[in-house]
Structure formats: structure tokens, C-alpha cells
């Protein structure tokens, strides 16, 4: 069963405008869940992750446990901020389980 | 510092010949990950090891797969009489313990069946 779910392959916005990628999961318990982003030649890297509650590089993530959703926000998208972005979830088991990737272009 | 580092970065063979890839993971780091990444797919869970507890092997995806991490450190990920459907990016993370801790990927390695 696929526990992480990303709808969009590709998203385009442009530079100034706000962004929205969206994750869905699917997991009995309380899971952890985690954004990754692969920058263009760069490795996978964490973005944040909800247990810090933390904001990077302008980005949130709000966890929905009623919606079962980790979408990731930012108000004002930058060019820099494109890339391959993962969402990811970890549980119990402590395996993980990441997303399709959404490929995020900031159109200048 | 050190990041992980994987080895060979690229690797062709041919169908029904065994591969060995490499992780070298960060210094001091417990917990080791080895992922797969097929076209178009997501990155697929395969085998982590926390210390010296017995590894969770449940994705790897068939007993041709296998993992082993010598001394707590350097991981080999064999596949045996490979398959084309085998081709992908095999990526290792570490990090200092399960569950929310921040994954360091290493750069991947490429592994074309032909």
C-alpha cells in the first residue's frame, strides 16, 4: 500500500508567487514526516521535518492529521527553490517511506 | 567533514551477473539506509542497520538482494544474477539514530542491467 502520496510530478509557478506542494499519507499511528529536496546536481537533503516545527529557507509544513496531509508552503517562491522536492514518513518500524517527488520550476 | 560517499558511482553489467555497491556512511553515524530509485518512481525503502542490532531486511525485494555492514560502518549491497528490471539508483543514507533523525545521502550509484 502506498503510504506516501504526491499528485503532482511537475509544478511550475512564477518567481514572487506563492507555492504549494502537496503530500498525502496514509499510516495507522503517529507517523514522522520529513521533506527532502535534491537541488539540480546536488545530493537528497532534508528541507525540515514536522517534529522540529521549524521553517527553512522560507518553507512550512503543516501537519493535517485529519486530512492525513504534509503540504509544504512557501508565500513568496524564489528561483533557487527549484528542484526535485520528497516527501517522505517514517513510523514505528523506523523504515521510510518517501513519495513520488514533485519537481518544483520557479519561472523567473 | 566527510559526507557519504558511494562507490562505483556508475556500474554496467550483464543480466545474471552478481553486483557488490558500496556505502561508506559519516563517522560516529548508528543508523544506515540503503534505498532504490527506478525511473519515474519514488525512492523505494530496501534494508536499514541501527548499531549492532539484527538489520530490517523487509524491502528488500527478493533473496537475490542482500546487505551487510562490516564493524558498524562500510555497507555492501549485493545483487545476485542481476536482472534488468534491477536497473536504478542505488542511494545510502546514515544518521546518528532512527526514526526523526536527518538522513546524509550519498551521491548514488548508477546501475545499468543490460
Known amino acids: 500500500a502506498q503510504r506516501v502520496t504526491q499528485p503532482e510530478k511537475l509544478l511550475s509557478v512564477f518567481k514572487g508567487a506563492p507555492v504549494e506542494l502537496k503530500c498525502n499519507y496514509s499510516y495507522s499511528g503517529s507517523p514522522e514526516l520529513f521533506w527532502y529536496v535534491q537541488y539540480s546536481r546536488q545530493r537528497l537533503q532534508l528541507l525540515l521535518r514536522?517534529?522540529s516545527r521549524e521553517s527553512i529557507k522560507g518553507f512550512t509544513a503543516d501537519l493535517n492529521k485529519g486530512e492525513t496531509s504534509f503540504h509544504l508552503k512557501k508565500p513568496f517562491a524564489q528561483e533557487e527553490d527549484s528542484a526535485m522536492y520528497y516527501c517522505a514518513l517514517t513510523g514505528t518500524g523506523n523504515q521510510f517511506y518517501f513519495g513520488t517527488g514533485t519537481s518544483l520550476t520557479v519561472i523567473p | 567533514g566527510a559526507g557519504v560517499s558511494q562507490s562505483p558511482s556508475n556500474k554496467v553489467t550483464e543480466k545474471g551477473k552478481d553486483v557488490e555497491l558500496r556505502c561508506d556512511p559519516i563517522?560516529?553515524?548508528?543508523?544506515l539506509y540503503w534505498y532504490r530509485q527506478s525511473l519515474g518512481q519514488g525512492l523505494e525503502f530496501l534494508i536499514y542497520f541501527q548499531g549492532n542490532s539484527a538489520p530490517d531486511k523487509s524491502g528488500l525485494p527478493s533473496d537475490r538482494f542482500s546487505a551487510e555492514r562490516t564493524g558498524g560502518s562500510v555497507s555492501t549491497l549485493t545483487i545476485q544474477r542481476t536482472q534488468q528490471e534491477d536497473s536504478a539508483v542505488y542511494l545510502c543514507?546514515?544518521?546518528?539514530?532512527?526514526?526523526?533523525?536527518?538522513?546524509?545521502f550519498g551521491p548514488g550509484t548508477r546501475l545499468t542491467v543490460l
Open positions: 543514507a546514515s544518521s546518528s539514530g532512527l526514526g526523526f533523525y536527518e538522513q546524509f
Open positions: 514536522h517534529i
Open positions: 563517522s560516529g553515524h548508528t543508523a
